[in-house]
Structures are given as structure tokens and as C-alpha cells.
């Protein structure tokens, strides 16, 4: 099956399937349809990829002396012409990093687990103080100010972006 009108109902998982499918289908003489059924089929092997995310700006706060907690802000940018999701994050050198946002709770606000986050394309999203952030925890190595912490972002469908984010002072320096 490789009606246009379809392309955005299938499962994300099942898009590159479909795309053999048709690319198979399309492979076989006898069955051999228009330069119209290719391109459709073309477009739905896109998905996307490394190159279509940009991780803007990332930036932490330096921890104070014992604290081995911090939280990485960045902006996430979509180049490309696919959905990106953003479903989890990892940072070496630390016990855990995930994907945080702020809720309320009892008239109170409290940070907590958050995403998976979806960019649409030609869109960003801002994580920023008071807002959705990289919460990393047990960092064996305090970031100071001046430094670098590496970090991956995770994204739906296997795609892998990194980034160094920059350790600011207290003075935002
Ligand atoms: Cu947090």
C-alpha cells in the first residue's frame, strides 16, 4: 500500500518496512507503476536523522561545591522535514540523565520526569530555567565553571545527536 494520504497515519516503527515494501513492489517488472508511485514511496523513507536536529546554545549551571546534580539547558531545532521526538538523553560520567519538566502540584511546582517531547519540522523548542530541562544526576566529576559536559540526546526512531554544553558561573560567566 503506498497511498499519499496514508503516509502520516502509519506507525512510526512501521515506516521503514512500508518503505521496503514499496521499494520492492516497485523493483518487480510486472508491477512496475509510475514515476509518481516512486517518489511517493521515496518520501516515506524519510525520517529523520542526526543531521536535521541542532542542539542550540546548551548551557548548565555550575553545582555548588558537593551538589552533583545539574540541569542542561539547550534550545532543539528541526531542520528537517520529519517529526523529531525526544524521548531520553544520556551524559557520561553520570548515574542518570532525563528529560525533566516542571508541573504543579498541590500549589506547588515540582519537577519531574517529562517527554517524550515531538519537534515539528522547521520548529524549536526551548528548555530553559523554570521550564523542561536535562536533569543530570550523580555526576562523578563536578562541572565547574568554564568546562564542558558532553551530553546525547536520544530521539524516537534510533537517532543519536551530542553536544557540549558549557558550564556558567553563578555570575553567568
Ligand atoms: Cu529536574
Known sequence: M???????AWPREGLWQNADACLQYYGNPPMR?????????SVMALRAFAG???????????????????????????????E?????????G???????????HEGMM???PAGPLPVAPGAALLLAPGGYHLMVSGLAVRPVAGGRVPFCLEFEG??????????KGVAGK
Request: glycine share 8%; hydrophobic share 50%; net charge positive.
Open 158 to 167: 534510533g537517532v543519536r545527536s551530542c553536544a557540549e554544553a558549557l558550564v
Open 94 to 104: 553520570a548515574a542518570s540523565a532525563a528529560i525533566h519538566g516542571h508541573m504543579m
Open 33 to 41: 507503476r509510475s514515476i509518481a508511485f516512486l517518489l511517493v514511496c
Open 52 to 82: 536535521d536536529i541542532r542542539i542550540e546554545s546548551p548551557w548548565l549551571l555550575e553545582p555548588p561545591p558537593g551538589q552533583t546534580a545539574a540541569a542542561i539547558y539547550f534550545g532543539l531545532r528541526n531542520t528537517g522535514s520529519t
Open 84 to 92: 523529531i521526538v525526544l524521548k531520553g538523553a544520556s551524559v557520561e
Open 2 to 8: 503506498c497511498a499519499a494520504s496514508r503516509i502520516h
Open 110 to 112: 515540582h519537577m519531574g
